[in-house]
């Protein structure tokens, strides 16, 4: 881990006439200036490179797409303006009419959305839901062009084999691509075992502290050339420089905030795990021998978001648990600085809740930075006044 960690943490070379400075520029501008019109000829002759325009290409992305490329251990990268912008950008642009999509698990919900509208430009899709990634395989059909997942997934955090999807999905054509924003570039490197795309939504840990919105898509050369040339530049997702700026600097810290995060994450869970007010626990550490084999095998360390079901939940000691917490903000995302929580029981959704095979009771919660005894007392009485 040592190496990646680096790349988060070195100084970048950026040398003008007669400074270098430490933290890297903010090129906050729409447009570049061409040297004269042999300049401009050149340069859409694609003769000379030089940046023209911030939606084709900026300094200050290039040097985050860079940073997370290398991360990834990918040969390029390419911001977008969210996550869902690398998402959307991702699929259209290597999915056709007349194509099959394959959804594994509980992945993000907009994602699960954005690939169901897809029926009205002829792209059909199964949403599916394995406890063994072999099963994945039985849903092929001739015309799947692509797999599309998290692991661990959202919600449940359940892993998948990596390499089994992406030897599978190679022999048939097949492109892979995986939503890795749980485990960030640091905890898991999806390329490496074979998988074709990966995408992570910086507004969570890359940012960290909950002030940016921002995706990254990182793969081969060509497949970034391609989602490029359409997705980035004709769908326009562009991420802002300022914010790709926010996310260099929230790099800087992400090796100390996840051990830190880490190491409380495992004490709330030792604390949750005593406690019989809690039903269970969804996370790769606590979800049973299969799937702590696949965390071994995949992942270098452990992402704080987890799911937790209080036991013979009903809305009013979910009303109660919530409100009582005081260090847990009722929030969406996650990523950032301060813990979180949400329910998946939103106050008029319960048939939605049992069409997702989630239970009633099922919070997310997102462990942040504050020092894990405050973080456990402040459970302890939440479930205190929600029992009462
Ligand atoms: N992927 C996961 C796992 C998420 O949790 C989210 C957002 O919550 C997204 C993707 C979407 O990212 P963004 O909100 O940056 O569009």
């Not at 910086?202 to 995706?215: F, L, T």
């Not at 997702?237 to 926010?246: I, R």
């Amino acid at each position: 881990m040592k190496d990646i960690e680096n790349v988060c943490l070195e100084v970048d070379e950026l040398d003008f006439d007669n400074y270098s400075p430490i933290s890297p520029d903010i090129v906050l501008t729409s447009s570049f200036k061409f040297k004269n019109f042999d300049h401009y000829v050149k340069v859409n002759a694609k003769e000379e490179f030089a940046y023209t325009y911030t939606r084709d290409g900026n300094p200050t992305l290039n040097l985050l797409e860079t940073k997370l490329a290398r991360l990834e251990k990918g040969e390029a990268a390419q911001m977008f303006a969210s996550g869902m912008g690398a998402i959307s950008a991702s699929i259209l642009t290597l999915a056709k009419a007349g194509d099959h999509i394959i959804i594994v698990n509980t992945v993000y919900g907009s994602s699960v959305k954005l690939i169901k509208q897809l029926s009205k430009f002829g792209i059909e899709s199964t949403k599916i839901d394995v406890s063994d990634t072999l099963e994945i395989f039985d849903y092929v059909k001739n015309n799947t062009s692509i797999i599309y997942f998290e692991s661990p997934s959202s919600q449940k955090f359940e892993m998948l084999d990596l390499e089994l999807i992406s030897k599978f999905s190679k022999d048939k054509g097949i492109f892979t691509i995986i939503d890795n924003t749980w485990s960030t570039p640091l905890l898991q490197n999806p390329l490496v075992h074979g998988i074709d795309v990966v995408i992570h939504s910086c507004s969570k840990y890359i940012g960290g502290h909950s002030d940016i919105v921002g995706g990254v898509v990182i793969s081969s050369k060509k497949i970034i050339d391609e989602i490029v040339e359409f997705g980035q530049v004709l769908l326009g997702a562009t991420m802002s420089p300022m914010n790709a700026w926010l996310a260099l600097r929230g790099l800087r810290t992400l090796p100390v905030r996840l051990k830190s995060q880490q190491e409380t994450l495992q004490q709330v869970i030792n604390f949750l795990q005593e406690d019989p007010r809690i039903e269970r626990i969804y996370h790769p550490l606590c979800n049973g021998e299969q799937q702590n084999e696949l965390a071994h095998k995949y992942l270098k360390g452990y992402g704080s978001l987890l799911g937790v079901v209080l036991k013979d939940a009903n809305p009013e000691i979910i009303k109660r648990f919530i409100d009582s917490l005081e260090h847990f903000t009722l929030a969406y995302s996650w990523g950032g600085f301060e813990s979180l929580v949400m329910s998946v029981y939103k106050g008029n959704n319960i048939n939605e809740i049992k069409e997702r095979g989630l239970s009633l009771g099922q919070l997310r919660m997102y462990i942040g930075l504050e020092d894990s005894e405050l973080l456990i007392s402040d459970l302890k009485n939440a479930l205190d006044q929600a029992y009462q």
